[in-house]
């Protein structure tokens, strides 16, 4: 199959989140099975510098935006066998410090932006001498692409390819004034009810779930609660009229990225037959963030965007009482200055226990995998979630609030004593997340379970090759 992927990012050109993870990994997967996937994505600030091998294509296009005309350029990268990647080069709009903010404010133009992209993306998908069999967008940046192809096969669009859109998080929508529908140039049935329209606004999700001929999420459980009230972010009930469109898929990983082997980024390497450079990356981690260096005393950690969704608030709270015991904490993240605020007090009350990163920072993200022995998720909801599946790998144990994705890749005590390699709770609170902690404890008191705790975590497989075969499966829905 010829398959056109579409993501705002795409890992390693740009990365926010998992987003651009799961679509770097999604490209290489489809190529290694032997199909032909090339990926469309901004061409931000630092790409071409940071990949010299970028050429111009000469093909600059001016597209329709409303009653004027917005310019792009065309710039491609051969990435790997059957894989390339598009970049569209659009100053005004992608050349800029941030990707969709800058000191937490986000960019005011982002409807334009991304509009002007998924615009960009439908062109590509008919003009290009490769023809797409199917145009998979991601997230709401996306949501757009089928209305716009939709519209285009309307307008004698012979062989117009199908489309896929996955979500990856409902809880952001895209969802703008009125006055941006004009400039999608789509006929006004599109923005009705059963389309584009939300209580009056655009929203451009909601667009994509109502014309994409399949919607995906990215695990079973999400796709199960969007579709209730508690999850849905309003809408839930859109989602219940297109059910049978709706399948969740389980992101996979990619090992050649995350594994512990063959790892520059880490200490030392360590295997699951061979586990013991654990505990130097243990060792060196500490020393790395100034805490005590000591092997019997726990280490918990987390990275992550800090946001309402991670469950920050509940995770201060239980620190700030677990912290009486002997463990130590290290955390990585950027996002909401009121929960870093958190983080730099808690340190600042527990200097010799808690140790904070703030900002963006690849090389340590791995050496915290590898050098906790504990990685802390309490998700308020979770789509997916990667840190946990790679915490397995790592042999560092997850600690999860049984929701999303969270719950379909981890294996608690509870579910199945030979199999666990993780603990979950399920109360969104502080004092069920302490409870998770303390038994944390217990296990690391106990020599054999901790053992088999890491070993099974080590040797669970969430490899690519199986995801890819539930796309291909959804695809030829
Ligand atoms: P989400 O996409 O909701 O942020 P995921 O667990 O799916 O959550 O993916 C997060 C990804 O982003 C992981 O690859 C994680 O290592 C990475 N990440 C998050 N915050 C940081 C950070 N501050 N520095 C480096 N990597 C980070
Ligand atoms: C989103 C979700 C996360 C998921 C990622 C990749 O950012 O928040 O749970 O793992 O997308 O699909």
Redesign the pocket.
């Known amino acids: 199959m010829k398959i056109l992927l579409a993501s705002s990012e795409v890992y390693p050109f740009s990365?926010t989140?998992?987003?651009a993870?799961m679509v770097g990994a999604l490209g290489v997967a489809l190529a290694e099975a032997g199909h032909e996937a090339r990926i469309v994505t901004p061409l931000y600030r630092g790409i071409r510098e940071k990949f010299p091998a970028l050429r111009k294509v000469d093909w600059n296009f001016d597209l329709p935006f409303g009653a004027e005309f917005f310019s792009g350029q065309l710039w491609e990268l051969d990435f790997a066998p059957r894989l390339k990647i598009y970049f569209i080069e659009q100053p005004e709009f992608f050349d800029r410090a941030g990707i969709y903010f800058e000191k937490n404010i986000s960019y005011a133009d982002n409807p334009e932006r991304y509009l002007f992209f998924s615009k960009c993306v439908v062109h590509l998908a008919r003009y290009l001498p490769w023809q797409a069999d199917l145009v998979h967008g991601h997230d709401w940046q996306t949501g757009l692409v089928p209305a716009l192809i939709l519209q285009a096969k309307r307008a004698g669009w012979g062989n117009a390819p199908r489309t896929c859109l996955t979500i990856h998080?409902l809880a952001y929508q895209g969802v703008f004034p009125k006055e941006i529908f004009p400039l999608t140039n789509l006929d006004p049935d599109f923005f009705t009810p059963t389309g584009a329209e939300f209580f009056g606004f655009i929203n451009f999700l909601k667009a994509g779930i109502a014309f994409a001929d399949i919607v995906t999420t990215v695990s079973p459980r999400y796709a199960r609660e969007i579709t209730t009230e508690e999850f849905g972010c309003g809408l839930d009930g859109f989602l219940r009229t297109h059910a049978a469109k709706l399948t969740g898929i389980l992101n996979g990983v990619d090992y050649a990225e995350w594994n512990t082997e063959k790892n520059s980024r880490l200490f030392r390497s360590y295997s699951a037959t061979r586990p013991g450079g654990k505990s130097f990356n243990k060792q060196e981690l500490q020393r790395l963030l100034a805490l005590p260096v000591a092997e019997k005393i726990p280490l918990f950690g987390t990275?992550?965007?800090l946001a309402e969704?991670k469950g920050v608030d509940i995770q201060l709270a239980a620190l700030e009482e677990m912290l009486q015991a002997d463990i130590q904490f290290c955390q990585?993240?950027?996002g909401s200055p009121e929960f870093e605020h958190g983080y730099r007090e808690l340190a600042r009350r527990h200097p010799s226990k808690v140790a904070v990163r703030f900002?963006?920072?690849?090389t340590?993200?791995h050496r915290i995998e590898a050098g906790c022995d504990f990685f802390l998720m309490p998700s308020r909801f979770e789509p997916?979630?990667?840190?946990q599946m790679?915490s397995l790998r790592y042999g560092t144990i997850p600690i999860v609030r049984a929701t999303g994705g969270l719950d379909d890749s981890v294996v608690d005590f509870s579910e199945s004593q030979k199999k666990a390699n993780g603990i979950k709770f399920f109360e969104y609170s502080s004092r069920a997340l302490a409870k998770a902690i303390r038994k944390a404890m217990a296990i690391y008191q106990t020599p054999a379970l901790l053992k088999e705790f890491r070993k099974n975590g080590m040797q669970a497989d969430f490899s690519w090759k199986s995801t890819v075969k539930q796309y291909l499966k959804a695809y030829r829905k």
């Open positions: 990365k989140g998992g987003l993870d998080n990275i992550s965007r969704q990585l993240g950027s900002g963006y920072d690849e340590l993200a997916c979630g990667l840190n790679y």
